[in-house]
C-alpha cells in the first residue's frame, strides 16, 4: 500500500515520467493497482485547476481510479461541534437528542472512513492488488485511510507497541498538521479555517474496531481518550507542529517529554492494556451497517455521566485475568 499526494497535473494535464515508472515499478507482475482518491470526482476535477488533478488514464493504464470522498475540512469541524453541543445538552427529549445526534452527521463520517478503510483492504487482500491512497496534500484523510486499513489486516499494529509505531508512521512522521487541525476544541467559539478532527475521527473509528472485537486490540479506551487529549492540550511534545521539519527547528524532542516514555511506564501501562485482549492473526472487517455504528459515549458523554462503574468492571475483569 501506497499513500501521496495529489499528482499535479494541472489544466494541462501535464506528465510526470518519474511518477509513471514509481508506480509502474510498484505494481511489479501484478495485472492491476487501484487509485483510492478520498475526494470526489467534482472536487478532483476543481482541483486541476489549481495545479492537481488525477492520474490520467492514458498515463497509468493498469491503475483503475476509486472515488471515496471524505470529508477534511469545515464541514468535518462543524460536525464535530455540533455533536458536542448535542452531548451536552442534558435537557433534550429522546426524539430531539436522536434527531441532533443524526443531524451532526459525525456517525455518517465515521461510517464512510471506515467504508473507505474497507475498500483499501478488500483491494490488498483479496484481490491482491497493489493500492495508492490520496487525496489532496496526502496529510489528513490518506492518513485516516491507510492506518485504518493497517489496522484492519495487520495484528501486529493491533498490540499496544505496534499502535504506537503506526501512530508514529501514519500519522506524525507522515506531517499531518496537529497544530492547525486540533487548534481549539469543540468548545472554542473562534472557528479557524484549517481546523478538522481528522485524528479524532480516526480514534472513533479505532474504538468502533475495539467495540466490534473486543478480544483483538491489545489497548482499551483509556488510551484513545489519552491520545485524543494529547493531541488537544498536553504536557508532551509528541502532537507539537505541523510536521517534522517544524518539530526539529523548534527541537522539540530535546526540549519536551514524549508521550510513549509516560504510556510505557509499568502503572500506566497497566492501565491502558485491554483485560480481554487475545492476539488475532486475523483480518477483523468491521461492519459499517448503521446498527453497528454507535456513538463513542466514553469521549463523548464523559462529562456528563459518571465511568465509575464501568472503571469498576475494567478494574475486576483485570483482576480475574491476573489472578489466572
Known amino acids: 500500500m ?29 495485472a492491476r493497482g487501484f487509485v483510492v482518491d478520498t475526494r470526489s470526482v467534482q472536487a478532483a476535477k476543481q482541483a486541476r485547476m489549481g495545479g492537481g488533478g488525477t492520474e490520467p488514464k492514458s498515463s497509468y493504464p493498469r491503475w483503475k481510479r476509486l472515488h471515496r470522498p471524505l470529508e477534511r475540512g469545515r464541514p468535518l469541524q462543524e460536525s464535530f461541534v455540533r455533536l458536542v453541543d448535542a452531548c451536552n445538552d442534558a435537557s433534550l427529549s429522546m426524539d430531539r437528542w436522536l434527531s441532533r445526534l443524526e443531524s451532526s452527521r459525525w456517525l455518517s463520517h465515521v461510517k464512510a472512513a471506515l467504508s473507505t478503510a474497507c475498500l483499501a483492504a478488500q483491494c490488498l487482500e483479496r484481490e491482491e492488488a497493489c493500492v495508492l491512497v490520496h487525496g489532496a496534500e496526502g496529510t489528513d484523510t490518506t492518513l485516516l485511510v491507510t492506518a485504518l486499513a493497517q489496522l484492519i489486516l495487520d495484528p501486529s499494529c493491533r498490540t499496544l507497541a505496534g499502535f504506537q509505531g503506526l501512530l508514529e508512521r501514519e500519522w506524525i512522521q507522515a506531517g499531518h498538521p496537529f497544530h492547525v487541525r486540533c487548534a481549539r476544541s469543540a468548545y472554542s ?10 485524528f479524532l475521527l480516526f480514534l472513533d473509528c479505532v474504538w468502533q474496531l475495539g467495540r466490534q472485537f473486543p478480544c483483538s486490540l491489545e489497548f482499551g479506551e483509556r488510551l484513545l481518550v489519552a491520545l485524543f487529549d494529547s493531541a488537544y492540550a498536553s504536557s508532551y511534545g509528541t502532537f507539537l ?24 511506564q509499568p502503572a500506566q501501562r497497566r ?47 483485570r483482576r480475574l485475568v491476573e489472578k489466572e
Open 2 to 30: 501506497l499513500r501521496s499526494g495529489q499528482p499535479l497535473t494541472g489544466p494541462n494535464r501535464k506528465r510526470c515520467p518519474e511518477d509513471e515508472l514509481l508506480l509502474a515499478a510498484a505494481l511489479a507482475q501484478a
Open 189 to 198: 467559539h473562534a472557528r479557524l479555517k484549517q481546523e478538522a478532527p481528522l
Open 241 to 264: 507542529g505541523n510536521n517534522e521539519k517544524e518539530r526539529c527547528l523548534c527541537k522539540v524532542k530535546e526540549s519536551t517529554h514524549c508521550l510513549w516514555a509516560w504510556l510505557e
Open 271 to 317: 492501565e491502558l492494556l485491554n483485560p480481554l485482549y487475545s492476539p488475532n492473526a486475523l483480518v477483523i472487517w468491521p461492519s459499517v451497517e448503521p446498527q453497528s455504528i454507535q456513538l463513542w459515549q466514553g469521549l463523548f458523554l464523559r462529562w456528563i455521566r459518571s465511568s465509575e462503574y464501568l472503571d469498576e468492571a475494567w478494574a475486576e475483569m
